[in-house]
């Protein structure tokens, strides 16, 4: 099963070729070079419904898997509903989905090396997204550019990544939604980092269901959260746990939980 949870996305997406787009208006995409990567990533952005007709600055969320995030027709088995979920609650955020590299996401969205999948990048990845895109990102659009209002989001390897990205550049993100994460990919390497970490103040909201297919998804992110709690007062009340019963490692889980999850980050 843990084969299957690394894997999960590295089919081509395009499979349902006579499918509608299902993408709100709100939604739009570009494309940027990637040195850090030697590629080019396409980037979609989703804009507050009032973007236009105001002169207001938005909080910014980064998310992984940007193929899945907005549109059906993009997705593998299913989007998010990214985009429809913050138009319903007139939210007032930019969202900016990064494309996974295809047979490239394994390693882009894991720090460590595992003996059997390989991987290992994220650094590489993680620096694109500071160093590169975010200032470009900050550049087009009304951002607000703080710590406290630019978060990172994503689910399983994203969910991992999106962690690391909190201990790696606490100066940068602010919050992370870390929803059925991946944290037996390098667990070892991850409780060495933590371990080394002195201060820790992200705000993360922990989603994963209770029927994933992985015994261990579980525990490995109650571990994590004993370690969050280690370095701050709980009474902070700075990240949250969400198991969801029957919860499967899927875009459903993902998608029902995103509405509460951005709710209470932000």
Not at 42 to 51: A, N, R, T, V
Not at 93 to 122: C, D, N, Q, S
Request: net charge positive.
């Amino acid at each position: 099963m843990k084969y299957l949870f690394a894997l999960f996305f590295i089919l081509n997406y395009n499979t349902l070729f006579s499918q509608e787009s299902t993408a709100s208006k709100q939604v739009s995409s570009f494309e940027i070079n990637a040195p850090q990567l030697n590629s080019k990533k396409k980037i979609w952005i989703y804009l507050p419904k009032d973007y236009d007709s105001s002169t207001k600055k938005y909080p910014v969320i980064y998310m992984h898997d940007a193929q899945n995030l907005f549109d059906a027709k993009t997705s593998y088995v299913g989007e998010w509903n990214v985009d429809e979920t913050l138009d319903s609650i007139n939210a007032k955020v930019i969202i900016v989905g990064i494309e996974h590299g295809g047979e490239k996401r394994i390693e882009e969205l894991t720090p460590f090396t595992h003996p059997k999948y390989g991987g290992g990048k994220a650094d590489a990845y993680l620096d694109f997204i500071v160093n590169t895109l975010k200032p470009e990102i900050d550049r087009k659009y009304r951002t607000k550019t703080a710590t406290k209002d630019t978060a990172i989001f994503g689910s399983s390897l994203g969910g991992l990544v999106s962690f690391y990205a909190a201990l790696k550049y606490p100066d940068v993100f602010g919050k992370v939604g870390c929803f059925s994460p991946s944290f037996w990919f390098g667990r070892e390497e991850l409780k060495k980092l933590m371990e080394n970490t002195k201060d820790f103040d992200t705000k993360i909201y922990f989603l994963c269901g209770d029927n994933e297919g992985d015994a261990d998804v579980i525990p490995d992110m109650e571990n994590v959260i004993k370690w969050v709690n280690s370095k701050r007062c709980e009474c902070k009340k700075l990240n949250k746990k969400i198991i969801v019963k029957g919860g499967q490692h899927n875009e459903k889980l993902w998608r029902e939980g995103f509405k509460n999850a951005y709710l209470w980050l932000f």
